[in-house]
T-cell receptor, first 111, second 111 residues
Framework: GQNIDQPTEMTATEGAIVQINCTYQ??????LFWYQQHAGEAPTFLSY????GLEEKGRFSSFLSRSKGYSYLLLKELQMKDSASYLC????????????FGSGTKLNVKP | EAQVTQNPRYLITVTGKKLTVTCSQN?????MSWYRQDPGLGLRQIYY???????DKGDVPEGYKVSRKEKRNFPLILESPSPNQTSLYFC??????????FGPGTRLTVL
């Protein structure tokens, strides 16, 4: 399996930038995903990293360092609607169909 | 509209009474999965399927069964539900790309 760590909860101000970190075991890794989940709703895909570096997608960016077992999700120009949980997930190296999720980071955006 | 549907959305039942949660996708995806989500534990994969008649265990398969007789459907069966299976369940599907599309969730309570 995998041990994936994320902070439980974070608070940030509207218009600001926030970074949500995720660490995982480096062995058995084959791709890292970020999902957004609003309360009471299904997770929706945000980003995917398999190589080192930064992937930018509008206000959201995701970074990966495979050697350090580390990723972060960067949210810029925060909006109230960004209040949600952000889930980090890792795909198993030996089985492309197995995914391991962190417990999620609840982000509270305040005015 | 491309979507994953689940039924029922909410279910309260009693210990030992067999139940089935249905999942259907209209995207012709090969891969489908079932997850449960519990506070502090994140999403955990129960079973997955690579195609019709091909299924395998995820991280927490005990107490669950699945079947994949048609490509679009992937029902989750609890033969003898117990209170520790009280949870929020999500079905997900994907093509050969990495993005998983999640259904709206089924909140199950076993008394």
């Amino acid at each position: 399996g995998q041990n994936i760590d994320q902070p439980t909860e974070m608070t940030a101000t509207e218009g600001a930038i926030v970074q949500i970190n995720c660490t995982y075991q480096t062995s058995g890794f084959n791709g890292l995903f970020w999902y957004q989940q609003h309360a009471g709703e299904a997770p929706t895909f945000l980003s995917y990293n398999v190589l080192d570096g930064l992937e930018e997608k509008g206000r959201f960016s995701s970074f990966l360092s495979r050697s350090k077992g580390y990723s972060y999700l960067l949210l810029k120009e925060l909006q109230m609607k960004d209040s949600a949980s952000y889930l980090c997930a890792v795909r198993d190296r030996n089985n492309f169909n197995k995914f391991y999720f962190g417990s999620g980071t609840k982000l509270n955006v305040k005015p | 509209e491309a979507q994953v549907t689940q039924n029922p959305r909410y279910l309260i039942t009693v210990t030992g009474k067999k139940l089935t949660v249905t999942c259907s996708q209209n995207m012709n995806h090969e891969y489908m999965s079932w997850y449960r989500q519990d506070p502090g534990l994140g999403l955990r994969q129960i079973y997955y399927s690579m195609n019709v008649e091909v299924t395998d265990k995820g991280d927490v398969p005990e107490g669950y069964k699945v079947s994949r007789k048609e490509k679009r459907n992937f029902p989750l069966i609890l033969e003898s539900p117990s209170p520790n299976q009280t949870s929020l369940y999500f079905c997900a599907s994907r093509y050969s790309t990495d993005t998983q599309y999640f259904g709206p969730g089924t909140r199950l309570t076993v008394l």
